[in-house]
T-cell receptor, first 113, second 111 residues
Framework: DAGVIQSPRHEVTEMGQEVTLRCKPISGHNSLFWYRQTMMRGLELLIY????????DSGMPEDRFSAKMPNASFSTLKIQPSEPRDSAVYFC???????????FGPGTRLTVL | SQQGEEDPQALSIQEGENATMNCSYK?????LQWYRQNSGRGLVHLILIRSNEREKHSGRLRVTLDTSKKSSSLLITASRAADTASYFCATHLKGAQKLVFGQGTRLTINP
């Protein structure tokens, strides 16, 4: 298995632009999680899905952030418009419901200028 | 405030020594997990301890859990340079499907 796949690995954009991050979870995993990691705030859960349905989006910082999971093998996290304070590493993780362990992707390093 | 807080924030030891990291949390948990993150990489699951367990071993890792004190410790014995990484505790809260991560301990093993 290739593990959790995220793209792009690095993204540099200018303030005001739309950014779309992509994630392919491990096949057979029911839950998908989006995290953001910064030096100041550590690892924060933004949103998680179970069976493609958003369960808890209380960590989404504001309306500029949105996430979708149209099917079991794909999810997107969109920021529109982006701001410099959105600069961070964004991780996607997936898990099978009967297990507790989360499997993390390699992350997308986002820089908003 | 953070559910899980690690102590110390940074630890530097010589290769071959043991490394101990601590984690404290605030609310009731189903289990507590430890993850490792190498620089520039995603987190990797190391070990899980359930709320009804007190100690667990996996290779050179030993985890303890004291639910009365709401604390856990991760011991890495006979450390190696490859153990250099950040280590995070994550609590699986009762009634929730999500994990809450601490701020992490940055461990450096000097050759």
């Amino acid at each position: 298995d290739a593990g959790v796949i995220q793209s792009p690995r690095h993204e540099v954009t200018e303030m005001g632009q739309e950014v779309t991050l992509r994630c392919k979870p491990i096949s057979g995993h029911n839950s998908l999680f989006w995290y953001r990691q910064t030096m100041m705030r550590g690892l924060e859960l933004l949103i998680y899905f179970n069976n493609n349905v958003p369960i808890d989006d209380s960590g989404m910082p504001e309306d500029r952030f949105s996430a979708k999971m149209p099917n079991a093998s794909f999810s997107t996290l969109k920021i529109q418009p982006s701001e410099p304070r959105d600069s961070a590493v964004y991780f996607c993780a997936s898990r099978r419901d009967k297990d507790n362990e989360q499997f993390f992707g390699p992350g997308t390093r986002l820089t908003v200028l | 405030s953070q559910q899980g807080e690690e102590d110390p924030q940074a630890l530097s030891i010589q290769e071959g020594e043991n490394a101990t990291m601590n984690c404290s949390y605030k609310t009731s948990i189903n289990n507590l997990q430890w993850y490792r993150q190498n620089s520039g990489r995603g987190l990797v699951h190391l070990i899980l301890i359930r709320s009804n367990e007190r100690e667990k071993h996996s290779g050179r890792l030993r985890v303890t859990l004291d639910t009365s004190k709401k604390s856990s410790s991760l011991l890495i014995t006979a450390s190696r340079a490859a153990d250099t990484a950040s280590y995070f505790c994550a609590t699986h809260l009762k009634g929730a499907q999500k994990l809450v991560f601490g701020q992490g301990t940055r461990l450096t093993i000097n050759p």
